[in-house]
């Protein structure tokens, strides 16, 4: 089955300790991307990569790193999370232009104590 | 800069009545456009979208949006709702092929009432 996975799909942690949270696709997708969810705002970008070692910023990349060693993995880390990051967060993959028609993973929500 | 504005947060509706989620974008170039759905407790999953031809473009569940250059809008409708249509729709822009971005308004919930 074709489908983009994340984990953890929870996540309580408290300010400054480091995570990690993974996404993976299984369609060969050269594209991949971070969004997060928040009321009232939509989805905002945060990184995206747009295939192995090449990524760049979305509209909120700050406090946030991404790496692209492999093609179907795309890590997001948090170096020192802060209690602003507490949100929903959506890993997406795309298998090129356009990139709008993407395939969203079922969503990590974060809280930062 | 591009940007996307869904002027409506929420939606009431009763089963079975036509709805209308509305849908402006800017931009200076050309776009392609698109409507995702959420249901409660999960991912995003496109609905419909439009790439270029024939400005009306459905979905395979009835819904519909037209690609309105003039006016910039991108609305989508449904003649007749169903329970299940419960759930929050995003619209979407990119600009063309030149870009990796995907921007995202800030979405419509849609409330079904029996």
């Known amino acids: 089955e074709a489908q983009v996975t994340q984990n953890p799909r929870y996540l309580i942690t408290v300010t400054g300790k480091k995570l990690t949270v993974t996404c993976s696709q299984n369609m060969n997708h050269e594209y991949m991307s971070w969004y997060r969810q928040d009321p009232g705002l939509g989805l905002r970008q945060i990184y995206y990569?747009?295939?192995?070692?090449?990524?760049d910023k979305g509209d909120v990349p700050e406090g946030y790193k991404v790496s692209r060693k492999e093609k179907r993995n795309f890590p997001l880390i948090l170096e020192s999370p802060s209690p602003n990051q507490t949100s929903l967060y959506f890993c997406?993959?795309?298998?090129?232009?356009?990139?709008?028609?993407?395939?969203f993973g079922p969503g990590t929500r974060l809280l930062v104590l | 800069a591009q940007s996307v504005t869904q002027l409506d947060s929420q939606v009431p509706v009763f089963e079975e009545a036509p709805v209308e989620l509305r849908c402006n974008y800017s931009s200076s170039v050309s776009v392609y456009l698109f409507w995702y759905v959420q249901y409660p407790n999960q991912g995003l999953q496109l609905l419909l979208k439009y790439l270029s031809g024939s400005t009306l473009v459905e979905s395979i569940n009835g819904f519909e949006a037209e690609f309105n250059k003039s006016q910039t809008s991108f609305h989508l409708r449904k003649p007749s709702v169903h329970i299940s249509d419960t759930a929050e729709y995003f619209c979407?822009?990119?600009?063309?092929?030149?870009?990796?971005?995907?921007?995202f308004g800030s979405g419509t919930r849609l409330l079904v009432r029996p």
């Open positions: 990569s747009m295939n192995v070692e090449v990524t």
């Open positions: 997406a993959s795309s298998l090129g232009y356009p990139i709008g028609t993407q395939y």
């Open positions: 979407a822009v990119s600009e063309g092929d030149s870009s990796y971005k995907l921007i």
